[in-house]
């Protein structure tokens, strides 16, 4: 755990990961960086877990976990992704009651830290964009405030408050596996071609793509 000097608290965390989106974090500015032992498919709040395909996720050794935000599915495959959980306290400068646009400085702040590494990235400040897939899986409908590259999703946000505290869990993709996310959707399900432009990854490695979020944090 380190402290920067604008006042974040910088965390690292590895592990389980539905103990992980189940705990309470403190009300205070901070960022924790998770990763996972085990492949494992993260289901939106509203998603029943009979979404996902079973059978596929055993055959993968993949836990299906729900965590307490909205949206659709997320396959999080070790080494293959940077997750980001940032938490704002209830006052913070950072707060803003407008749920969807209190996103956007956080998605600033990513597509400014992946453009110093060479990857440009847009922040999309307009409403939700949502397809035939999105309700199922997150990487296919795009939010406020998230970033996107061409056409592909760079770094996908969701949030959930209470009235202490906003806990952004933010993500970018340093492989995408179209693939993988189509065989673990319920039926009907995408074929992996309707996927595979949903996201775009981010080639660099990932403590370098830790270190630029870091830096570009505001004070």
């Not at 940077?82 to 209830?90: C, F, K, L, T």
């Not at 400085?105 to 992946?114: E, S």
């Not at 760079?154 to 959930?160: C, D, E, N, P, T």
């Not at 992996?192 to 979020?213: G, K, W, Y």
């Amino acid at each position: 755990m380190g402290l920067m000097p604008h006042g974040w608290t910088i965390r690292h965390s590895h592990g389980d990961a539905a103990a992980f989106h189940a705990s309470t974090p403190v009300a205070e500015r901070s960022i924790t960086f998770h990763t996972v032992e085990r492949p494992t498919l993260v289901l939106g709040s509203a998603q029943s877990p009979v979404e996902a395909a079973s059978r596929v996720a055993a055959a993968l050794g993949a836990d299906v976990v729900r965590r307490r935000s909205g949206g659709g599915a997320v396959l999080l495959l070790p080494g293959e992704f940077v997750w980001a959980d940032v938490v704002v306290p209830a006052g913070d400068d950072l707060w803003l009651d407008d749920v969807a646009r209190s996103m956007l400085w956080l998605g600033r702040a990513w597509a400014t830290a992946l453009a110093e590494l060479g990857v440009e990235g847009r922040v999309h400040e307009g409403s939700m964009e949502s397809n035939s897939w999105s309700k199922q899986v997150c990487w296919a409908g795009i939010g406020t405030g998230e970033v996107i590259s061409g056409t592909g999703k760079l770094v996908g946000i969701s949030q959930r408050r209470s009235r202490d505290l906003a806990r952004f869990q933010t993500m970018c993709h340093l492989r995408w596996r179209p693939e993988l996310v189509a065989a673990l959707v319920a039926t009907p399900r995408p074929v992996a071609a309707e996927l595979a432009a949903s996201a775009a990854c981010v080639a660099a490695p990932a403590d370098q793509v830790m270190a630029a979020l870091v830096a570009h944090l505001p004070a």
